[in-house]
């Protein structure tokens, strides 16, 4: 195995460490839950796999959602007295469709990692 390769499975690991812990707190926690998805992304380094195509699509749909959740908070939310329907939350749905697909992602390439290490030869 390659001294790189070698970092793959740690970067994993710790992304979607991050991705679970930050959903303690899905405000707060969101910014955690996006570096977790940065460092799943790292960790899948492949241009043609399907995991790695749905790694950075669930990165991407993160991304987007945590930046309309900062910022619909950041100009004082939606719906009661603010004047902006609920439906301005719509903004925010790619965030927890991303995390979902990055979990599932990130389980999947811990898997690729498992197998490639089993299929490595030794020496």
């Known amino acids: 195995?390659?001294?790189?390769?070698?970092?793959?499975?740690?970067?994993?690991i710790a992304g979607l460490a991050g991705m679970l812990l930050g959903a303690l707190d899905p405000l707060e926690?969101?910014?955690?839950?996006?570096?977790?998805?940065?460092?799943?992304?790292?960790?899948?380094?492949?241009?043609?796999?399907?995991?790695?195509?749905?790694?950075?699509?669930?990165?991407?749909?993160?991304?987007?959602?945590?930046?309309?959740?900062?910022?619909?908070?950041?100009?004082?939310?939606?719906?009661?007295s603010t004047g902006r329907s609920m439906w301005w939350l719509l903004l925010v749905a790619p965030y927890p469709v991303g995390w979902a697909l990055g979990l599932i992602g990130a389980v999947q390439r811990l898997r690729e990692l498992r197998r490639e290490r089993a299929e490595t030869p030794i020496g």
């Open 29 to 80: 926690g969101s910014l955690v839950i996006a570096a977790g998805s940065v460092l799943v992304g790292l960790g899948t380094p492949r241009q043609h796999s399907a995991v790695a195509t749905r790694v950075r699509i669930a990165c991407l749909l993160m991304v987007a959602g945590v930046a309309a959740l900062w910022i619909m908070s950041d100009v004082g939310g939606v719906g009661g």
């Open 1 to 12: 195995m390659p001294i790189h390769d070698r970092w793959f499975r740690p970067l994993v």
